[in-house]
């Protein structure tokens, strides 16, 4: 059972910077996407940064060179990062990873993500 676990939220000024982690146990899949979404209060969930099995990345444009998306592995287990720089409020939301066990046609959109972890909370601060 695969099993998605977020941490690395927190408060920070505009301008300021996190990194979020994701561990994705008995996550092995030889081909496979995983992806950072958001969502805000009051507004719908949206993709921020995906990868996949060939280290390809996508970025929303909101967040493209701002924020960087990378994975690492063992053989149990796969995390995913998120290092987020030059935050602004606007970035303030709750921050969830995703995992598909294939390679999705289209990495921000979340139908295509078998599986989801709880989520962090990030703050920005003006």
């Known amino acids: 059972q695969v099993h998605l676990v977020e941490s690395g939220g927190g408060s920070v000024q505009s301008g300021g910077s996190l990194r979020l982690s994701c561990v994705a146990s008995q996550y092995t899949f030889r081909k496979h996407s995983l992806a950072w979404f958001r969502q805000a209060p009051g507004k719908e969930r949206e993709g921020v940064a995906a990868?996949?099995?060939?280290?390809?990345?996508?970025?929303a444009d909101s967040v493209k060179d701002r924020f960087t998306i990378s994975q690492d592995s063992t053989s149990t287990s796969r995390t995913l990062y998120l290092e987020m720089n030059s935050l602004k409020p606007d970035d303030t939301a709750m921050y969830y990873c995703?995992?598909?066990?294939?390679?999705?046609?289209?990495?921000?959109?979340?139908?295509?993500?078998?599986?989801w972890g709880q989520g962090t909370q990030v703050i920005v601060s003006s």
């Open positions: 990868v996949n099995s060939f280290d390809g990345t996508f970025y």
């Open positions: 995703a995992a598909a066990a294939h390679i999705v046609s289209y990495p921000l959109e979340g139908s295509n993500y078998n599986w």
